[in-house]
C-alpha cells in the first residue's frame, strides 16, 4: 500500500500510512536500516465511554495531507460513534533527530468525559527482532527501546504532564498479539521491561468538558547511545515541543521558498502541488548526498526487493530539480557522493546505499 506522506531531516525518513500511523522509520540514513517496515506498525487509539478504538478500525474517517508550505503532516480523524476527534501535525525536527506529533483531542460529546489516547511503538532495531530490549525508566518517566547503537527514547505530554499509563511486552512471539491488546480496557498493565521482539505502549488522559480541546504532544528521539537519547529529550522540554516545531515550520517555509518562481497565472491548487512535490524529493536525501529513490517498504509484501537504494539515473533528476528549486547543496552533495563511489573505469553500479 503506498504511503500517504514522507517526513525527513537528512538522517531520518518516516513515511505514514493513510490512518497516520508510522509505517517506515529510517536511521541514521535515509533509506538504510528501516527499525519498523514490513508488519510493524505504530499504533494509535482512543478511549472513551468504556471502548477502545484503533486509527485502523474503519470508523475512524481519517485524512492525511501535507502542511501549507512546510514539511509536516496535516492530519485529520474524526469518529462519530465515538463522538472524538484528533487533528494532528507531525514533523521531524531539521537540526536534530526528534520526531514530534502535536494532537488536537476534541471531546465531541454534550457531556463531560475521560478521553485517553494511547499510542503503540513496534520498532525491529537494526531490521532484526534479536536481541532487542524495551523498558520503562522510571527516573525520566520515558519508555526506551534500544540495541547496540539504535536507540529511541518515547515521551509525551499532555499540558505540563508526563503520560501518565504505560506497558512493554513481547508480540509476534508466544502467542502474543502484542502490548496494543493490553490496553483494550483502557488500563494498562505497567510490565516495565522485555527483550527479544517487543513493543511498547503508553497514553494520556484528558478531562474534557462538553465540546472542549486539549492539545498533547508526542515525541521520538533517535541516536546511538541511550545518553544521546536522554540529551535530546531533555532539550524538547527545556526548549519545549511547541517551539521546536515553530522553528523547523519556518525553516521548511524559508526553504521551499527560497527561489522566486514566477508561476505566470497557475491556479494555486498546482502551485501547492508544487511545493508538495519539492518536499517529498527533499524527504528522500540524505545528508552525506545519496538520494532515495523510493522508502515504502510496503513492496516487500509482494514482491522480493524494494526501491530503497540510491540509483545514480533518478538521483540524478532529483539533484537536477532540487537544483533549479534553489537547493545548490543537494546536487552538490550528490554529485560528490558518486565521485566517492564511482568505477575506477568511469561507471556507476546501477544502485548503492547511503553508507
Known sequence: MPKALALGNGNILILLDKRAQVRDFYFPYVGQENQVGGRFVHRIGVFADGRLVWFDDPAWNIIVDC???????????????????????????????????????????????????????????????????????????????????????????????????????????????????????????????????????????????????????YWITAAKSIREVHDLNKYVLEKTPQYLMETAQDFWYAWVNKQNFSFYGLDHSVIELFKKSLFVLRAHVDSNGSILASGDSSMLEHGRDTYGYMWPRDGAFVATALDKAGDLNVAKRFFEFCNQVINDEGYLMHKGRPD
Open 67 to 217: 502542511g501549507k508550505e512546510t514539511l509536516t503532516s496535516k492530519v485529520t480523524a474524526v469518529n462519530t460513534d465515538l463522538e472524538v476527534s484528533a487533528d494532528f501535525k507531525d514533523i521531524i525536527y531539521n537540526e536534530k533527530n526528534i520526531f514530534i506529533r502535536k494532537i488536537t483531542l476534541h471531546n465531541l460529546s454534550k457531556r463531560k468525559r475521560l478521553i485517553k489516547i494511547f499510542f503503540n511503538q513496534q520498532f525491529l532495531l537494526y531490521e532484526s527482532h534479536r536481541g532487542d530490549t524495551a523498558y520503562y525508566d522510571p527516573m525520566h518517566k520515558v519508555i526506551i527501546h534500544y540495541k547496540g547503537k539504535r536507540v529511541f527514547l518515547i515521551d509525551a505530554i499532555a499540558s505540563t504532564k508526563s503520560f501518565d499509563d504505560y506497558s512493554v511486552g513481547i508480540f509476534g512471539l508466544e502467542g502474543k498479539e502484542g502490548t496494543y491488546k493490553d490496553a483494550e480496557d483502557g488500563e494498562l498493565s505497567k510490565n516495565a521491561i522485555e527483550h527479544g521482539q517487543v513493543d511498547s505502549v503508553i497514553s494520556l488522559s484528558c478531562e474534557l468538558a462538553p465540546s472542549e480541546s486539549e492539545i498533547l504532544y
